[in-house]
């Protein structure tokens, strides 16, 4: 069974950064693609970012481009968000998750099978 742990959430001003880390327990996940979810209040969750575990070949929303990284490390089962420049609008809770057998471009189409619990990010104007 797949569990996913995010951290690394909290407040901060508009133009900050934040990095958010996901820990992937219960498979082995070279067939995985991770990626970031977010859900802010009212609207529904977007696709933010993806990343193949076994290339590391990755995919970003255009709302995100240039501004965010999406990495991981292998010996730590961790996957990151380092998310640079923040504004109002990406105030969300950020969800990590993992789907085995797919793109990162497929990724961004898709709900995936596994979640975490979700990590709030809010960004002060």
């Known amino acids: 069974q797949v569990q996913l742990v995010e951290s690394g959430g909290g407040l901060v001003q508009a133009g900050g950064s934040l990095r958010l880390s996901c820990a992937a327990s219960?498979?082995?996940?070279?067939?995985?693609?991770m990626g970031w979810f977010r859900q802010a209040p009212g609207k529904e969750r977007e696709f933010v970012a993806a990343?193949?575990?076994?290339?590391?070949?990755?995919n970003y929303a255009d709302s995100v481009k240039g501004r965010f990284t999406i990495s991981r490390d292998n010996a730590k089962n961790t996957v990151y968000l380092q998310m640079n420049s923040l504004k109002p609008e990406d105030t969300a809770v950020y969800y990590c998750?993992?789907?085995?057998?797919?793109?990162?471009?497929?990724?961004?189409?898709?709900?995936?099978?596994?979640w975490g619990q979700g990590t709030q990010v809010t960004v002060s104007s």
């Open positions: 219960g498979r082995t996940f070279s067939s995985y693609v």
């Open positions: 998750a993992a789907e085995p057998f797919t793109t990162v471009q497929t990724m961004g189409r898709m709900i995936p099978a596994s």
């Open positions: 990343i193949s575990w076994k290339s590391g070949s990755t």
